[in-house]
């Protein structure tokens, strides 16, 4: 036994090394982003099989060739966790290959980037230094090794790779009888991540992503499209006569989103004074909807942006300002632009990012004015701030031919909220130096601006005249600030129902005069904007995955994830469980609560086909 030991430890202690230290760190990264289903045991057979194919291959070399490639692929795994855990925590979700080869936006949010970092995280690379001892060990030791010839070396290695193959195909199986359509899909990459490890996530993202850009090049199925063009035609607002049909013909339209703006700033006071005065203010004068949610993915702003203005979802990973800008687009700018409507978008950011400079004329904007379009007097955070970029933005408006279309979207509440001397002097008390104390500092600092905007919109008489919409693009406080974001709302912790609920955004119309003023409760999102203007404004709600918010009866808002919620259910895909959204409680899944996953599942692919196979260029001739 002893002299069997010995004979391994001397030929094989790179492999054993490898497969435990690699283990270890798959499985306390699983546990990390998730402990809502996570299991040791039910994790870690597929994380076995992963590795045994890195084995396998690794057979193949001399054992100090064999020693350095598995030195390689310690680090590879490492880098990728690294990414993935801070990927996670920002996005919650994990990164994929589209996300990496959009990787070069990051130069320009870094500091955000860098704030997610935490010193703990360099002790996953601790156990390479020990795999250098390894090596050397290895390059300087003079004991006579095994050196396999190439015949059992090939043996092993089929072997090896066999057996691998008999747990990854298991345990792959058993996840695709649970979640139809989920391997190819992907729409829920944490359950993949958390089912299959890290590693086998990463492999079949590779895989999908090579399908994928085959898939691109070759031609949908006519019945496949036809499915999709009936999908749309079927999506159109149902009521014949709808409700404020036509009442903002001629008159302008003004959208603002605004910078991470959640709904739970909105009337909610800190030591007595209101976090948003303005906008609490002007939400009283207008429609709102306050089950409103974002709906974005990985492309954050962009994201935004895209569902607004097209009412498609954004693709799973990456942006499709990066991956389809060759597209052809159905957007509320180009509808509008048809009507004699002067469009243009406002953003006091660098052009280039997230591509605007070439997605917004895809859009139909007429002009862009971007970085170099204002006069850069006074930076916050990324760039230009709200201040001088909203009072800049009104003197371009106003010489715009009328009637028009005024996209604009704010910068100053960016993530990471640092920039706490020139937010002004508000007092959050014990949220002082918190992320989520430097948050309020930063949306009561753009509340501000927004209101002296909005103030002035009113004194020249232009809310007269036009519709105005204000939105908020996505979250603004990661999960793992949960527990001071609970002390603002006075909670001790939050349920995954009741973390899922916070995750709406303002979203109010003011019409001129204050008509149409009221809370409107139906649940919905990002996607149903463009619909619910076209209405107003007399445009076609053809190609548009959306519904009217003023003229739908059943509400619905489904997430690139794979959740939905009807308003009374909540399916959380993460957990792959439905809530009673009156009670908070868990509740079975029956037939009826199976179709409207099945459906979800298939809008999100209607949608990603629509990109992938470019349709809107085909169903609008």
């Known amino acids: 036994m002893k002299n069997t030991l010995n004979y391994i430890f001397k030929n094989f202690i790179d492999i054993i090394a490898f497969m435990v230290f690699v283990t270890v760190k798959l499985l306390i990264y699983g546990k990390t982003i998730e402990t809502g289903y996570f299991t040791y045991r039910g994790i870690f057979f597929p994380i076995l099989g992963s590795l045994l194919i890195i084995i396998a291959f690794s057979i193949l070399f001399k054992p100090i060739k064999r020693a350095r490639f598995l030195f390689i692929m310690n680090l590879a795994i490492t880098l990728f966790i690294i990414a993935d855990l801070n990927y996670f925590r920002y996005f919650k979700d994990v990164l994929s290959i589209p996300v990496i080869l959009n990787s070069f936006q990051l130069g320009a949010v870094k ?30 030791s003079k004991v006579n090794r095994v050196i396999l010839n190439k015949q059992l070396k090939f043996s092993s290695f089929l072997v090896i790779l066999l057996l691998a193959s008999s747990i990854e195909g298991y345990h792959f199986y058993k996840l695709s009888k649970e979640q139809p359509r989920l391997l190819s899909t992907m729409y829920n990459k944490i359950y993949i991540s958390k089912k299959l490890g890290n590693v086998n996530y990463h492999y079949l993202d590779c895989f999908n992503s090579l399908a994928n850009g085959i898939t691109k090049r070759t031609p949908i199925p006519k019945q496949k499209e ?91 990973s990456g942006s499709v300002t990066y991956l389809y ?13 048809e009507k004699g409507y002067t469009t243009a978008g406002f953003h006091g950011f660098r052009e280039s990012f997230w591509n605007r400079n070439i997605m917004y004329p895809k859009y139909g904007f007429d002009k862009f004015f971007g970085e170099k379009s204002f006069n850069i007097d006074e930076k916050i955070g990324l760039g230009l701030s709200d201040k001088s970029f909203l009072n800049q933005s009104l003197e371009k408006m106003k010489e715009l031919d009328k009637p028009y279309f005024s996209f604009i979207v704010t910068l100053t509440s960016h993530f990471p909220y640092e920039a706490v001397d020139k937010y002004g002097d508000f007092p959050v008390g014990e949220l002082e130096n918190t992320l989520v104390g430097n948050y309020l500092k930063s949306i009561h600092y753009t509340d501000e601006q927004l209101g002296i905007f909005l103030d002035k919109l009113q004194q020249e008489g232009i809310l007269d005249k036009s519709i105005l919409a204000v939105y908020g693009d996505h979250y603004a406080i990661p999960k793992e600030h949960e527990k ?57 709600t053809e190609n548009m995955l959306g519904k009217d918010l003023f003229n739908s009866k059943d509400g619905k808002v489904i997430f690139r994830n794979g959740s939905f919620s009807d308003g009374k259910i909540f399916y959380l895909s993460p957990l792959n469980t439905y809530f009673d959204i009156s009670t908070g409680e868990k509740i079975e899944e029956n037939d009826n609560l199976k179709n409207l996953k099945e459906k979800t599942i298939n809008e999100l692919e209607y949608s990603d086909l629509i990109l992938k196979h470019n349709l809107l260029k085909r169903f609008k001739n």
């Open 484 to 540: 001071d974001l609970a002390k603002l709302l006075d909670k001790e912790a939050f349920t995954d129902l009741e973390w899922m609920e916070l995750q709406k955004v303002p979203m109010f119309i003011h019409f001129p005069k204050d008509e149409n003023k009221g809370n409107y409760n139906v649940y919905g999102g990002q996607i149903d904007l463009y619909p619910t203007l076209a209405n107003m404004f007399n445009l076609s």
């Open 111 to 140: 500091s955000s980037v860098s704030s997610l970092i935490k010193i703990s995280d360099f002790l996953y690379f601790t156990d390479l230094i020990l795999f250098k001892f390894i090596i050397d060990h290895y390059k300087h």
């Open 226 to 316: 036809e499915k999709v063009k009936a999908y749309l035609q079927t999506n159109s607002t149902e009521n014949k006569t709808p409700k404020l049909k036509g009442i903002g013909e001629n008159k302008n339209l003004i959208v603002i989103q605004v910078e991470a703006l959640q709904s739970f700033v909105i009337n909610k006071t800190i030591n007595g004074k209101e976090i948003t005065p303005n906008l609490n203010k002007w939400i009283k004068r207008s429609a709102n909807f306050p089950n409103y949610f974002y709906q974005t993915a990985s492309g954050g702003t962009s994201d935004a942006e895209f569902l607004s203005n097209n009412s498609l979802y954004p693709t799973d």
């Open 325 to 337: 800008a060759g597209n052809k687009f159905n957007a509320l700018p180009e509808a509008l632009k």
